[in-house]
Structure formats: C-alpha cells, structure tokens
C-alpha cells in the first residue's frame, strides 16, 4: 500500500503556550494573573483549548489539580454555555465561566512581602501566614502532571466566526512529503514517584464523536451550508444567515462550481481537501491527481528497467550490481505499480468520483433552497437532508476500494512490539498527532474508526466475490 501519497500544502499547527517565568516582581505577577482568573468571561485567544483554559483558572485554587477534575469542569461550561458540538473554538468567542469559577476555593488576593529571613530560620519556624503551603510529597503537585492538551475543542453555534485558513505552499512530490505533526511532552514526575501511565483526553461521548465527524466530512469538500470557501480556504460561519433567497442559491452553485473544479484537480495536478489540525485550526493538503500519478508510474518504471541508469530527480542512483537489481523490483513494484498505479491513481479516480456526485448534490438543492427555503422549518430541512447526504456520500468514497478510509484500514505496520495486522493498526491509532500522511489528516475517533473498518472490510468481501464470479 502507498503511505506517502498526500502532499501536506498548509500546516502551521499553533505554537505551544508558554508559561511566564516567575518574576521578581512577586505581588504584582500575581495580581494581574488573579484579575485576569476572576473574570467570569474568558475571551478566546490563538492557541486556546477548552481544556487549558480551565487549567489555567483551576492552577489559583489551592485545590489539587486533576485530570478529572479539569475534565469535570470542561463539561460544565460545555454545558452552561450550551455547546451543542464540542469539537472547535475560534479566536474571538466568548465563555461564561461563572459556573466553575463559583465552585472554586479561593486564594490570597495579595501577596505581603515576607520579613528578612534569619540563617537559622526554617519554614516550620515561621508563622502560618508567612510560609506558603506545600503539597505532600504523597501526592504529584501542578508541576508534575503534565498538560494534557485534548485533541478537541468546542464550538458555539450564537457566535459568528471562523476558523483561520492556512495558506497553500508550494507543492512538492508527494511520494517525497512526510508529515510531523508531533508535539513536544514535558518531563515528568520525580525518579522517587511511581510512573502514571500517559493519560490522553476522552474522545468524548458517542454523540461528541458523531459530530465531530460529520464536522470533519462536511469542513473536507465543498457543500456545508455552514462552510464557506475561497481556493484552498475554508471558513465556518455557525451564525450564517440563510434567509435571503439569493445568498441561498448563489451558495448551492458556488458549492456546485467548487466540486466541478476540485474534479478537474482530480484528473491534473491533485485537489485540495480540508481538516482540522491538532490544535483546532484550518488546515490543507493536496492529493496527488491522476496525470502526476500515471507520470510517476512512466518514471519509477523507466528507472526500474534501466537499472538505475535513469533515475527521478532529485534520487541516487543505484551503485553495483546487486543495489541495481534491487532497484529494478523497487521501483517497478514496490513504487510503481503498488504505490502509483494501486494507491495514487485509484485514490485520485476515487475522488473524481466523490467531488462530480457531491457537484450533483449541490446543484440539486438549488430546488428546495428556491421553495420551501423561503421559510425558516424549510431552510431547516433542507440544510438537515443535504449535509447529511454529503457525510453519506463521503464515506462511501473513503471506504470504497482505493478510498482514503480502505488504505487505513487495509494497512498492516510494525513497531517495538512487532508486526500489527490491518485492522488492528487502525484501532491502535490514536485520534491526532500522528506522522504517517494516512492517519495525519483526519481525527481518528473510535466512532471514526469502528465505522471505517466495518465499510472498509465490507467493500473487500464485495471485491473478492467480484474476482470469484463465475463466468
């Protein structure tokens, strides 16, 4: 199987939060961060999760922090805000916190400097109100549970926003590309505590995980009448307002006149499909199209029957007589017809497919949109029948053979453990950060998983009994 045939076009994962150092400045440091923790309404800034923003509040209780207890309160703002899908935050959205802030037991609102200290004091010598509180060795302090960054974030429907596009650069080969969407750990726990074994953020209910993948189907192709697009761009707009008749339509045929583009794509160069990055934002790569696919094939099989007297730019060619004969079965089997003409070129016609039906689809809601659309319950309708119909037929195109979803769940692997069969690879996955280009670009659920796996192994059966046919 071919596992480098996307080519990453835009990823500028967020920088990582970084912690101010202590200043010498003790009392005020500590004012403006107690000012800016008391305030019932948080502002969202770049970078922002929902988990790191109740981190950051619960970090001033003298309570221990826990990852129960950050997830906890997660849920409260999730649902005092009523957030109907947990999966993005945009810069500029606004939460009420007062249900968690209320809850919270509270610190010192200052900071009196503490007296010279005499050579013979010690910390049980000095008063109460001058030694600070410090946690039980029993038990890991603040600075020893590691954050835990979820690999999803909310959004509220009342607040028009929208995701930060990242820019198209210039392609590259896209059996050369290789993705690293790693973020760094922080070392923790001291050699004398026991080892905790890494902790990861719940994916989330059943629903949360539902919706983030329909989220994810609907923000990858043009169609959702919630996403709006410009090149490689895509845009949320969770307040968009769908009453004018003409913004209705305009909208289906430029959804239409997207997928109509994205297919010619398909047939040259390759289209540009859309997600969501680890960090919440908008991100884009490029899959390879038909015409670079069949052209890596002519080269790759060139290099192969010339034993590396030709080679593809940019490759080495092969030295003595036995580097040649392996490069002859490499790049005529291996690269060329596995990777080019098995995963390239039928991923590419895969494609074209999913993009001329989803053309269809958009053109066909111009109908409705242009009827029962004048009403609000029609305009409801018809944006709950057609979404849904573009999830429908997105995975049908992922778990269809040579769809993006069939290459996931048909690849076996290896690591320190051993050899990982197919199927089993998939579920071992984890949701994001992932360096390998078939799992980096999507959010790999149990939900997403589970339902991927059972399509995929369906279309193999269906496949087999087509190659069994009698005649």
Do not use: C
């Amino acid at each position: 199987m071919p596992i480098d045939e996307t080519n990453i076009v835009g990823q500028n994962p967020p920088e990582p939060r970084k912690h101010s150092a202590q200043k010498t400045e003790a009392q005020e440091d500590f004012s403006k961060i107690l000012k800016r923790s008391q305030s019932p309404v948080h502002t969202v800034e770049k970078g922002d999760t929902l988990w790191n923003i109740v981190r950051e509040k619960l970090f001033l209780s003298p309570e221990r922090i826990s990852n129960t207890r950050i997830a906890n309160n997660v849920r409260k703002i999730v649902d005092f805000n009523r957030i109907k899908t947990p999966d993005l935050i945009y810069p500029g959205q606004k939460f009420d916190l007062q249900p968690m802030l209320s809850t919270l037991k509270k610190v010192p609102e200052t900071i009196s400097d503490p007296p010279p200290e005499k050579p013979a004091d010690t910390v049980m010598d000095k008063p109460v109100d001058q030694a600070p509180e410090q946690p039980s060795t029993a038990e890991p302090t603040e600075a020893e549970i590691p954050p835990v960054p979820p690999e999803e974030s909310t959004d509220t429907a009342p607040v028009d926003s929208e995701i930060p596009p990242a820019p198209l650069a210039a392609e590259t080969d896209a059996s050369r590309q290789i993705i690293d969407a790693k973020t760094a750990k922080e070392t923790v726990k001291p050699a004398e505590e026991p080892k905790e074994p890494e902790k990861i953020t719940p994916p989330g209910t059943l629903s949360e995980q539902m919706a983030k993948y329909k989220i994810d189907q609907l923000m990858a192709e043009p169609g959702g009448d919630f996403y709006s697009r410009n090149g490689g761009n895509v845009y949320v707009r969770p307040a968009y307002d769908q009453s004018e008749f003409k913004g209705r339509v305009n909208k289906d045929l430029s959804d239409a006149g997207e997928n109509i583009i994205r297919l010619l794509e398909d047939i040259t160069r390759g289209s540009v499909r859309n997600y969501i990055g680890p960090g919440g934002e908008a991100l884009a790569y490029r899959k390879l199209g038909l015409f670079d696919a069949l052209g890596n094939f002519m080269k790759n099989v060139s290099s192969g029957l010339s034993f590396g007297a030709y080679v593809p730019e940019g490759e080495e060619k092969p030295e003595g007589s036995l580097e040649r004969v392996k490069h002859f079965f490499s790049k005529i089997f291996r690269e060329g017809l596995l990777q080019d003409l098995g995963g390239s070129t039928t991923g590419a016609v895969v494609s074209g497919l999913r993009h001329s039906v989803l053309a269809a689809i958009n053109a066909l809601e111009v109908v409705p949109d242009a009827t029962i659309g004048n009403i609000e319950a029609g305009r409801k309708l018809t944006t709950d029948v057609f979404d849904n119909g573009q999830v429908v037929v997105s995975y049908l195109t992922d778990v269809i053979p040579g769809g993006e979803a069939w290459f996931r769940v048909n690849t076996a692997g290896s690591n320190k453990e051993g050899w990982i069969p197919p199927v089993y690879l998939n579920f071992k996955t984890s949701e994001q950060g992932i360096d390998d280009p078939r799992w980096a670009t999507i959010r790999n659920t149990p939900f997403r998983k589970t339902i991927e796996s059972m399509g995929a192994l369906i279309s193999d059966a269906a496949l087999l009994g087509m190659v069994n046919i009698k005649p």
